[in-house]
């Protein structure tokens, strides 16, 4: 599975690149990579503050942290968006099916894109994996099963790789364009 995350991540990556490059505003942007944007500002929500005075009570930490998160994102409002990769782009270590669809998902790219069969053979990829790693599975695998699989996830990883370098070019990050009559 590390080969199908590594290769999932080169052109993931491209994505976020290219918003950041081009410093397209908040306003312009998807909501789904606003959010991948906000990352930070979301897991700071669950984090301790150092800044929250101790004496406080849990309500109004509570409530601090919503002042300081509003106020991180009025202030990423106020500037080009920029992308943290590892952050949006995170493959975590059991890549599945869950971890793909969160992705693709951050990144703005339509869930239809990606089949149940795709799905399926990544499934398959990662619980074989994991069965043989952690010495549930002992039987052997045909190989002609588990060649089938893989050889789908490899053809999904390529006509991924298309459909990014396809969202890139055609900037499927954007909102569009309002139509004035």
Same mark, same amino acid.
């Given at each position: 599975m590390h080969i199908?995350?590594?290769?999932?991540?080169?052109?993931?990556?491209?994505?976020v690149e290219a918003i950041n490059d081009e410093g397209v505003q908040p306003s312009d942007l998807k909501p789904s990579l606003f959010a991948a944007a906000c990352i930070a500002e979301f897991e700071a929500l669950h984090l301790p503050s150092p800044s929250i005075e101790s004496e406080d009570g849990k309500l109004m930490r509570k409530a601090r942290k919503q002042i300081e998160f509003v106020e991180r994102i009025r202030n990423l409002h106020a500037a080009p968006v920029t992308i943290d990769v590892d952050k949006a782009v995170s493959m975590e270590m059991n890549f599945g099916r869950d971890v793909l669809r969160r992705t693709l998902f951050r990144l703005g790219i339509p869930d239809g894109e990606v089949s149940r069969g795709q799905l399926d053979s990544i499934e398959f990829v990662r619980n074989t994996r994991n069965d043989v790693a952690h010495g549930n599975r002992r039987e052997r695998i045909i190989p002609g099963v588990f060649r089938a699989h893989q050889q789908k996830c490899e053809q999904f990883?390529?006509? $991924?790789?298309?459909?990014? #370098?396809?969202?890139?070019?055609?900037?499927?990050?954007? $909102?569009?364009?309002?139509? #004035?009559?």
């Open positions: 199908l995350k590594d290769s999932l991540d080169t052109p993931s990556a491209c994505i990883m390529n006509d $991924l790789a298309r459909l990014i #370098t396809t969202a890139v070019s055609q900037q499927y990050y954007r $909102l569009p364009a309002v139509a #004035t009559p």
